[in-house]
């Protein structure tokens, strides 16, 4: 089966650092995605990862370990802006590379 | 990156009608591409994957006759939701792969209500 748990809420402060965590149990792995979502719009793609280790880009960082099926978003120098739902996605090794999701974390920004 | 239009953004509709909502990628080829469904506060629910030239593959649950795909061409994948009722009413979002093993691009949504 597929099972993909993320923490469902987390607020933090401006300026600050928040580490978004995920872990997945997923039938196949071919990948591992995080996307930010506004309330109301679809959402927008913020990094990849099919290899172990970190990525890096900006003040967005995206970190994966295949063995314990986890992965982490981390986002620097938070801005009111990032207030927003993070959807973490895995692509299994089944046909048609289809994205399950995560049900998301809500980040709340706070001055 | 990678584009895809998706149209109506939103629509209203009575109940008993039926709706079709149609995605498009603008500047690439998308033999896949993907239907969402989204009811408020939580997550993408994964509705079926249309491929191009061939039947739609229903995920477990999904009414293959009452949520119609059809993707008929290269750029455009259609949603038909028929006979709509209340409970339909909820946030689709689609996506298309350009490439295997790539990001998805999503379209922006369309946001359904059924009265």
């Known amino acids: 089966g597929q099972n993909i748990d993320q923490p469902t809420e987390m607020t933090a402060t401006e300026g600050a650092i928040v580490q978004i965590n995920c872990t997945y149990q997923?039938?196949?792995?071919?990948?591992l995605f995080w996307y930010q979502q506004h309330a109301g719009e679809a959402p927008t793609f913020l990094s990849y990862n099919v290899l172990d280790g970190l990525e890096e880009k900006g003040r967005f960082s995206s970190f994966l370990s295949r063995s314990k099926g986890y992965s982490y978003l981390l986002l620097k120098e938070l801005q009111m802006k990032d207030s927003a739902s993070y959807l973490c996605?895995?692509?299994?090794?089944?046909?048609?590379?289809?994205?399950?999701f995560g049900a998301g974390t809500r980040l709340a920004v706070h001055p | 990156g990678a584009v895809v239009s998706q149209h109506p953004s939103w629509v209203i509709c009575k109940s008993g009608t039926s709706v079709k909502i149609e995605c498009r990628s603008l500047?690439?080829?998308?033999?896949?591409m993907f239907w969402y469904r989204q009811f408020p506060k939580q997550s993408l629910m994964l509705m079926a994957t249309s491929n191009e030239g061939s039947k739609a593959t229903y995920e477990q649950g999904v009414e293959k006759d009452k949520f119609l795909i059809n993707h008929a061409s290269l750029t455009l994948s259609t949603l038909t939701v028929t006979s709509a009722h209340p409970e339909d009413s909820s946030f689709y979002i689609c996506s298309a792969l350009d490439r295997p093993n790539t990001e998805a691009f999503f379209g922006q949504g369309t946001r359904l209500t059924v009265v």
């Open positions: 996605a895995v692509r299994g090794t089944g046909g048609y590379n289809k994205l399950i």
């Open positions: 997923t039938s196949g792995f071919n990948g």
């Open positions: 500047d690439f080829q998308a033999t896949t």
